[in-house]
T-cell receptor, first 114, second 110 residues
Framework: NAGVTQTPKFQVLKTGQSMTLQCAQD?????MSWYRQDPGMGLRLIHY???????DQGEVPNGYNVSRSTTEDFPLRLLSAAPSQTSVYFC?????????????FGAGSRLTVL | DAKTTQPPSMDCAEGRAANLPCNHS???????VYWYRQIHSQGPQYIIH???NNETNEMASLIITEDRKSSTLILPHATLRDTAVYYC???????????FGAGTILRVKS
């Protein structure tokens, strides 16, 4: 049981490049989400999914795309990276149990856009 | 989901109880109080949650006032490894947009 696995741990991109941050969980969690965290700030929700085939926007969705074709995977795509997307990205998942939505977070992916 | 207010930072002596307050005066009847913490550079970690009754687990205790407008997270015997940012979050039954505020930086000192 690996929990939530994020890859890569570190990535450097040039402005305009595209890339995908991978997130996989082996706990059969229905709910998955992506956050970004900038220095000195809390986590901000980018996108989330309540099940395969269902995604929705969070607080800061612009510049990011997601899809959820399987229960296990929830990749985050940057189509044209910008320096403002330099951040640490966290993926999280949980069961959708009323009153018990306990999130399990991955270790994070640190992205630098030059 | 209701907004929460936490002090920006607190200090605690090692071995003493750490009491972290959180105000959530606009909480509604079906919203839960969750606490997470984030140790430097790591992913956040779930600590505890509750609706109206006090809760205790192996990590901490959660005390929720009778009117539910505030709560306190208690780490009974703080250690240096408890130094982290602690987030208080209010979330509905199926609250999908889990919003993290700035949290409280807890510094445990020897």
């Amino acid at each position: 049981n690996a929990g939530v696995t994020q890859t890569p741990k570190f990535q450097v991109l040039k402005t305009g490049q595209s890339m995908t941050l991978q997130c996989a969980q082996d706990m059969n969690h229905e709910y998955m989400s992506w956050y970004r965290q900038d220095p000195g700030m809390g986590l901000r929700l980018i996108h989330y999914s309540v099940g395969a085939g269902i995604t929705d926007q969070g607080e800061v969705p612009n510049g990011y795309n997601v899809s959820r074709s399987t229960t296990e995977d929830f990749p985050l795509r940057l189509l044209s990276a910008a320096p403002s997307q330099t951040s640490v990205y966290f993926c999280a998942s949980s069961y959708r149990v009323p009153g018990a939505n306990v999130l399990t977070f991955g270790a994070g992916s640190r992205l630098t856009v030059l | 989901d209701a907004k929460t207010t936490q002090p920006p930072s607190m200090d605690c002596a090692e071995g003493r109880a750490a009491n972290l307050p959180c105000n959530h005066s606009t909480i509604s009847g079906n919203e839960y109080v969750y606490w997470y913490r984030q140790i430097h550079s790591q992913g956040p970690q779930y600590i505890i949650h509750g609706l109206k009754n006090n809760e205790t687990n192996e990590m901490a205790s959660l005390i929720i006032t009778e009117d539910r407008k505030s709560s306190t997270l208690i780490l009974p015997h703080a250690t240096l490894r408890d130094t982290a940012v602690y987030y208080c979050i209010v979330r509905g039954l199926y609250g999908n947009k889990l919003v993290f505020g700035a949290g409280t930086i807890l510094r445990v000192k020897s």
